[in-house]
């Protein structure tokens, strides 16, 4: 059995695992009769706050058909087993409050019936910045004993976001004073969604670091799409007194989509990441890059979730978060630009529709000069009314 990953609209309900598979089990158990959850690793649903989902996608299976029925207890929110989880995956999903969701204690068998749903309903979800949610399921013994190593799930919830986006119109912003003059870091990330209607012109500015005083081109960061030695739809990252230009076999930017840029510096190579995928690495320089401001460009026409770390962030953490929103409080991030049209007190938290600058939610550097200005053309577009959506819905 693969993996299942599932994406929910509203109430619509996808099933997996066809019910024939009750017998795979009987052959490795070797005894008359067990219990088993059908899932092979974790049950991927993305899903929205303030909507209701019902979910019927763990199943529960029994080796032997019998004209008797029979009781298999359920162990919910076991918060070792999410704990193990997240240790043998380097992850830290969080537990699903229960006042988020409803699941039996019991899964009653009839007679003759040998797989069925735990069915599992999801309400007035709210999700915390810190993470998403997942809620581990176990099976006890009842009157069948489950099958060693096949009594467990995991559903984990990744949030489906609704959000405005910064509309740049042509407009770029920038701070020259974001850190002190001696600013220095040993290595960093830099990630930037953007979305633009056409890719016809070359050196389209994307963002990046202003310098520290008389600091050269070797501590540059300067992305664009487009030099005189490529095309218009070709991104580049221009560092350390050279550059890097992604190959359009690797990647060829499209108009009308969403793309996540992510430049990564470990200290001695520069690698670049388009919606989570390695598409460019090289070693440029290495030492401390100095810097002390930070700029977007104005051609990105559509931008938001801006980040900047002091940190090389991994593949696995790039790819992870590749559509979805950090934790501002997380060690390494220097400046998060959500650019949604809200902004977040520093000490408390609370989030605030606040359409007047590009506001920064990280709080590990808490810098006093972090928020971006709007520019006199940018706003911040709702789509229509529809917001935009991440992942997108398909």
């Known amino acids: 059995m693969k993996k299942i990953v599932m994406t929910l609209f ?52 029994l080796t032997v058909k019998e004209d008797k029925a029979c009781d298999i207890p359920l162990i919910v929110s076991d918060q070792a087993q999410l704990d193990e989880y997240n240790r043998k995956n380097n992850t830290s999903y969080l537990m699903l409050p229960a006042e988020m969701y409803e699941i039996p204690t019991v899964m009653n068998f009839k ?38 190593g096949e009594e467990d799930a995991l559903i984990i919830l990744e949030k489906r976001t609704r959000t405005k986006a910064l509309l740049m119109n042509n407009a770029g912003s920038e701070r020259s004073d974001m850190f002190p003059q001696d600013f220095k870091v040993k290595q960093w990330t830099m990630e930037i969604m953007i979305k633009r209607s056409a890719y016809s012109a070359n050196n389209r500015s994307i963002g990046g670091t202003k310098l520290v005083a008389n600091a050269g081109p070797h501590d540059e960061i300067f992305t664009r799409f487009g030099d005189v030695t490529i095309d218009p739809n070709q991104l580049q990252i221009k560092t350390g007194s050279a550059q890097i230009d992604v190959p359009k076999n690797k990647f060829a930017a499209k108009a009308n989509e969403w793309y996540m840029l992510t430049f990564v510096y470990d200290g001695k190579d520069t690698s670049v990441f388009v919606n989570g995928d390695l598409v460019a690495s090289s070693e440029i320089r290495d030492g401390e890059y100095g810097l002390i401001g930070f700029w977007l460009g104005g051609a990105n026409e559509y931008v938001r979730e801006v980040r900047f770390w002091d940190i090389a962030r991994t593949a696995q953490q790039i790819k992870a978060y590749t559509w979805k929103m950090v934790n501002p409080d997380e060690k390494g991030l220097l400046l ?59």
Request: charged residues 25%; proline residues 7%.
């Open 10 to 61: 509203g109430t619509l309900l996808l099933a997996s695992c066809q019910n024939e598979l009750y017998t795979d089990p009987q052959k490795d158990y070797g005894s008359e009769q067990g219990a088993y959850i059908a899932a092979d690793g974790p049950i991927q649903i993305f899903v929205e706050e303030g909507r209701e989902y019902f979910i019927k996608d763990v199943k529960v299976g």
């Open 111 to 148: 007679p003759n019936l040998a797989m069925q749903s735990i069915p599992v309903s999801l309400k007035d979800l709210k999700f915390s910045l810190k993470g998403d949610y997942a809620l581990p399921i176990r099976l006890s013994k009842g009157s069948v004993a489950p099958i060693p």
């Open 336 to 394: 998060y630009y959500p650019c949604n049209g809200k902004k977040r007190n520093l000490e408390t938290g609370e989030i605030t529709e606040d359409a007047t600058k590009i506001w920064n939610w990280a709080t590990y550097y808490n810098g006093d000069k972090d928020n971006l200005n709007l520019p006199m053309t940018g706003r911040f577009d709702d789509n229509g009314g529809e917001m935009f959506v991440f992942p997108a819905e398909k």
